[in-house]
C-alpha cells in the first residue's frame, strides 16, 4: 500500500512538472506582426509578438523586465476559450492589460493585471476573462485607458478574417 501510494505521489510531480507553466522554457523567437486597434474614432498600432503554440501561450511574457510603448503579445487559439478561463502573472514581472477578444474581433473584456512576486505559482492569482474569448491581448498596463481603446472596438492582426464593426458609440 505505501509502495502504491509512494508511485502515486511520483507520477503526480512528474505530470505536473511536465504541465506546469513554471516550468515552460523560453519558446525562441516569436513571430511579429502588426496590429490594429479600431476604436471608431482612431486607429492604434502596435507591433506584437504572436502566441500561437501551446508552449508559447504558457510561456507569454513571463521573465521580462520591459516591453515596448507600442508593443505587446497576441495570444491567438484555434477554438474558442470559455469565459471562465483566463490568465495568471506567475513569473511576469510587469504590470500588464489584458484584452480578451471574441471571434468577431470585438474587444469583449479588459483587465488590468499585476506582477505575482511570489515563487509558489498557487500563490498567483488567475485573471478570468468573463467572455468567451478567441485572443488575448498584453500590453503595458495604462495602454488601454491611456488611448480610449476599450469593450466593442475591433481588434485586426493579419490571418484574422476581416468583417469586425466596433459596437462603442462615439462621441
Given amino acids: 500500500m505505501r509502495m502504491a501510494l509512494s508511485a502515486l505521489v511520483v507520477l ?3 505530470m505536473l512538472a511536465w504541465y506546469w507553466p ?9 513571430e511579429v506582426e502588426s496590429l490594429i486597434i479600431e476604436t471608431g474614432r482612431e ?3 502596435l507591433e506584437v509578438e504572436m502566441a500561437r503554440t501551446t508552449a508559447q501561450r504558457q510561456f507569454g511574457l ?5 516591453l515596448d510603448p507600442e508593443a505587446g503579445m497576441l495570444f491567438v487559439y484555434d477554438r ?3 469565459a471562465g478561463s483566463g490568465f ?3 513569473r511576469t514581472r510587469i504590470p500588464l492589460d489584458i484584452a480578451f477578444i471574441d471571434s468577431q474581433g470585438r474587444i469583449a473584456a479588459v483587465h488590468t493585471m499585476q506582477p505575482c512576486r511570489s515563487d509558489n505559482p498557487a500563490d498567483c492569482p488567475a485573471t478570468l476573462a468573463g467572455a468567451s474569448y478567441l485572443a488575448a491581448l498584453e500590453v503595458n498596463a495604462g495602454y488601454f485607458t491611456e ?3 476599450g469593450v466593442g472596438d475591433c481588434v485586426d492582426w493579419p490571418g484574422r ?9 462615439v462621441e
Avoid: K
Fill in 12 to 14: 503526480m510531480i512528474v
Fill in 22 to 30: 513554471a516550468a515552460a522554457e523560453p519558446p525562441g523567437n516569436l
Fill in 43 to 45: 486607429a492604434h498600432r
Fill in 62 to 66: 513571463m521573465d521580462r523586465d520591459h
Fill in 80 to 82: 474558442l476559450q470559455p
Fill in 88 to 90: 495568471w502573472m506567475y
Fill in 147 to 149: 488611448r480610449g481603446i
Fill in 161 to 169: 478574417p476581416a468583417g469586425c464593426v466596433t459596437t462603442r458609440s
